[in-house]
Structure formats: C-alpha cells, structure tokens
C-alpha cells in the first residue's frame, strides 16, 4: 500500500490548520466536546471488522486482544465524554474577595483552567487502538479542548491512515474546524522532532522507546519557548514475593507470572521485568515453576523488525552477564516468535550492575534473589522508577511491610498487593506514570480521566467581570 508521508510544508499546515481550530474548539462548550468523543467511539466501533483485521496484518496481535483494544479505546473516548459532561474540564476555585490588606484581605479570584492548544500526539508501537492515534493521549486533549496533530507509528501505518479517514469524516460530520483532528507521516526522528519544535504547538505526549522519547523531550526542551512533554518511556515493573504468599499458593503465582510476561509477546509497558524471590526452598521452587511455566507458554512474532533486533540485544546482554546463572534460554531463529528468557542473580550482583536496570522489551525477566525485606528495598531503589510495583505477601502490617510499601511508593506510579502489572483500568483511581525512567513527568497520568489535567493550565481570574463570572469556568 502507497501510503502518503508528510512534508514540512503539510507539516506546517497541518499545525497551522489545528491553531486556528483552537480559536473555536478551545472554547467550545461540554456538548460540542462530547458529541465529537461519542462519534468517533461509534465510528470506530461501526469499522470493527476492517479495522481489527488491519490491524492484525500489521501487528500480528490477534482478533481478539484486538478487539478488546478496540473495546477500550471506545470506552476511553465515551469516558471522556461523560467526564466533560460533569464538568471535569471546566472545573474552577471561587474565592470571593475578602475585605482588608494582605494577607488576612484580598480581591474577588477564580482559579479557572485554560485549554493549552494544539497537542502533538506520539502513536505507540504496542497499542495500535488505545495508545495510537484515537487512543488515551487524543482523547484526554480533545476533552480539554486542544487540537491534536498525531505522529503515527510506523508499525502500523495502514491502520493508523484509515483510523485517521475516520477522524476527518466524524471531524467534519459534527461542522467543526478540520483542523481539530490531523495526521502526520514520515521518519520518526525527521517528523517527530519537527512537529514537537513547531512553534505553535503546546505540549506533546509519547509512549515509547527511552532513546526516542529522550531525544523529542531534548526538542521540546530546546525551543525558544519550551512545551510540557509528556513521556513514557522504559519501566521493568518489579514484583516482590514474600515468603508468605509463595507459602500460601506459589506455584499459582508462578503460572499467573508467566502469563503476565508473556502476554502480548511481554511487549506491554507493565510487563514484570524484575522478580525480587527469597532465597531458600520456597523461592527454589517458585523458580523453577517459573521457568517451567514460561518454557510451555506460547510466543508470536514481535510488532515490527526493529522491536525483535532491540528484544535479541538486549538478551544477548543478559546472557553474556557473568553474574547471571541462566534458568531458561532457548534459542529461536530470527524468522520464529522468540522464546522467553529467564535468569537469576543475588541482590548484591543486580544492584552494582546499572546495565541490568534497563527494560528490554518482550518476554523477558530476570530473578533477583534476596536475604531479607532491606535487601529488597535495595532492589527497589536500585531501579530507581517504574510505572508499577508488586508486592505479595504484604496482607500483614508488620516494621519491614511498611517499609516495603514506603519503598514501592517512592518508586512506582501503581503499587499492587495481588495479581499482575499487566492490565491497566481506564478510571478515576488510576495513576500510570512514575519516576524516571518511566515517565517524564511523574505527577501525571497517561491513562484514566486525571488524564485530562495534563492539557489544561490553571489561570487566576482577579475581580472578574459579571459576564465571565457566569461562564462557570468554561474559557472564553
């Protein structure tokens, strides 16, 4: 398929285009911002079928996982809708004036929140629906009233084209400005950095690669007028084993685990990297399940070349690691799914060795063996940030829990007490982002309905007029 790339004259008219749709859109009101959300969730969902076996032929994802992306990319969009609805953008502080000086006195203030302006969006690799081009990022910024100019991925470029048709054609349904909604296609180093520099765009978010993401926060950082940039970048999602819980049903933990690393070919961004296991018997055996349970699960081919070259790397690394102890490598030709890795190593040996902290993305963990709860805390600290923390066991308050969960806390955006990283709830309740390396900006979220804060900017209206008063936070 002759898919067209953009130029730097389309680029610059394609951003062009949404700044002059921000005059309008920006200020438009609850209903015009919902309707738009609603309809693209129903013409997504009326090319189910065509789209999901688009994307299949480019993703090797499979029917179903696909339709249930499909499923929550709808649901993230009507979500936001409903949010908008109830006023979640609109939301304001009325501070009525106070007779007197500072600081006991003060005049008449609302702290209101203004729409930022166009929004250059990043498509990711992993989620061809609910993180590429009418995923989470687009929908929390056209909840806010920001224009998106989106950078598709070029793991699924066809889909990402036919998505973005869709767009125009609910964009331009609805009588609103086209520049509301654009596409942008090309090189990612070439267009990416290009759209993040433009200089009427406002902010940019991005789940990917650290490198890539680095090199876009760079651009966004470097402009004469710098822009918040959104990023998710790397995350090895630690899970802590007590001794407690491997006691209680290890051998299910183990199964449910190598599911977890597993699934989707261990390329979600909260697959389990680093598993923290006891040393002695219990944590043998946990192993050992470990392994026996990723050896009898079942792989399929990584999204695009670049991902499994960057997969085979990283494990090489590993394996050549003269402290690691191998539990399973099995070797898999380059036009075969890959297998699952798995070794282990002291706690002493992972944290003096930086090069182990780093993500490599697929279905890949290392174990890391440990004497006690602070040897753990070790761990922890030694990744440095993650978008989720695990810990089993944790049921009783007890000295070394709190501590644990104090450690966890400092390090992840998301602590768990049971299950598994992977599976991330589109709520009020969610936080995914945590420190670097995980993301750039830690105190926001990538999914659930907080995710909207991170398009609108709080401004402080001072003895406001009647007329604007009455306008209950909406931006003018």
């Not at 911002?33 to 009326?46: M, N, V, Y």
């Not at 501070?95 to 006991?104: R, Y």
């Not at 061809?128 to 070029?154: E, I, M, N, Q, Y």
């Amino acid at each position: 398929m002759n898919l067209p790339e953009t130029t730097a004259t389309q680029l610059d008219a394609l951003v062009g285009s949404a700044s002059h749709a921000f005059a309008t859109f920006g200020a438009s009101p609850a209903a015009i911002r919902a309707a738009l959300l609603r309809g693209l969730a129903d013409a997504l969902e009326s090319e189910r079928e065509a789209l999901v076996a688009l994307a299949d032929q480019e993703t090797h994802l499979g029917a179903a996982r696909l339709n249930g992306e499909l499923d929550r990319t709808a649901f993230q969009l009507r979500g936001f809708a409903a949010q908008v609805e109830q006023g979640a953008a609109f939301a304001f502080t009325d501070d009525p004036a106070v007779a007197g000086v500072p600081p006991a006195g003060h005049h008449h203030l609302m702290r209101v929140r203004v729409p930022l302006g166009p929004v250059a969006m990043f498509s990711a690799s992993n989620f061809p629906f609910a993180f590429s081009v009418l995923g989470g990022d687009t929908a929390a910024a056209l909840a806010a009233g920001c224009p998106v100019v989106v950078k598709t991925h070029r793991g699924h470029r066809a889909l990402s084209h036919r998505v973005a048709a869709l767009a125009h054609r609910v964009v331009a349904a609805q009588g609103l400005h086209a520049g509301v909604f654009g596409l942008a296609d090309g090189p990612g180093n070439e267009v990416g950095v290009a759209l993040v520099q433009h200089p009427l765009i406002a902010a940019a978010a991005f789940t990917g690669s650290v490198r890539g993401g680095l090199a876009l926060q760079k651009a966004a950082q470097s402009r004469p007028r710098p822009i918040p940039f959104y990023g998710e970048l790397g995350s090895v999602n630690p899970v802590v084993a007590l001794p407690a819980a491997l006691q209680a049903k290890g051998t299910e933990l183990a199964q449910g685990l190598a599911a977890s690393i597993t699934m989707g070919c261990g390329q979600f961004c909260t697959s389990p990297g680093v598993i923290i296991v006891p040393q002695g018997a219990a944590g043998d055996a946990f192993v050992a399940q470990l392994a026996a349970s990723l050896k009898a699960a079942s792989t399929h081919a990584m999204l695009t070349p670049q991902i499994r070259s960057g997969f085979d790397a990283g494990r090489a690394l590993w394996a050549t690691h003269p402290k690691l102890e191998s539990v399973l490598d099995e070797a898999a030709l380059p036009d075969q799914p890959p297998r699952p890795f798995l070794a282990q190593l002291t706690a002493d040996a992972f944290i003096a060795s930086p090069e182990l902290h780093d993500e490599v993305f697929g279905p890949a963990a290392l174990v890391v063996r440990v004497a006690a709860a602070a040897q753990a805390i070790a761990v922890l600290q030694a990744v440095g940030g993650t978008l989720t923390t695990t810990i089993w066991g944790a049921d009783e308050a007890s000295t070394e829990v709190t501590e644990l969960v104090r450690a966890a806390s400092q390090v992840a955006g998301r602590v768990l007490f049971s299950g598994f990283p992977t599976g991330v709830a589109v709520t009020a309740g969610q936080q995914h982002g945590g420190p670097y390396p995980s993301s750039t900006e830690p105190f926001t979220t990538s999914v659930g309905w907080a995710a909207l804060d991170r398009f609108l900017r709080p401004v402080s209206l001072q003895d406001a007029p009647a007329w604007l008063v009455a306008r209950q936070g909406q931006p003018c």
